[in-house]
Nanobody, 120 residues
Framework: QLQASGGGLVQAGASLRLACVAS????????MAWFRQNPGKEREFVAATRWSDSRTYYADSVKGRFSISKNRAENTVYLQMNSLFPEDTAVYYCAKGSAYDTNFRAYNIWGQGTEVTVSS
């Protein structure tokens, strides 16, 4: 089970940090990812990290602004979002999969989503 938190309403240029706490064991092969979704649109890949090492992956739209990190001791993955744009507005979901993929269908466990609204 995954529990996401940290969303909110901010102005453009602000920062937010999302957190995703995983209950249960995370294996070394696990990949933790963040996706986002707006109404009527498909879930979009944002960032991912391998649980076992330091490899990280980002969508082009967030490179240089967002950073994914993890705290293994707390079974938590973070998404630090800086220089937010109004187009970053979405519901953000954390997800767990067994391999890195930018397609949301590759992930089998999802958090409940946390809403991020960026005003202009």
């Amino acid at each position: 089970q995954l529990q996401a938190s940290g969303g909110g309403l901010v102005q453009a240029g602000a920062s937010l940090r999302l957190a995703c706490v995983a209950s249960g064991r995370l294996y070394s092969s696990s990949v933790m990812a963040w996706f986002r979704q707006n109404p009527g649109k498909e879930r979009e890949f944002v960032a991912a990290t391998r649980w076992s090492d330091s490899r990280t992956y980002y969508a082009d739209s967030v490179k240089g602004r967002f950073s994914i990190s993890k705290n293994r001791a707390e079974n938590t993955v973070y998404l630090q979002m800086n220089s937010l744009f109004p187009e970053d507005t979405a519901v953000y979901y954390c997800a767990k999969g067994s391999a890195y993929d930018t397609n949301f269908r590759a992930y089998n466990i999802w958090g409940q989503g946390t809403e991020v609204t960026v005003s202009s």
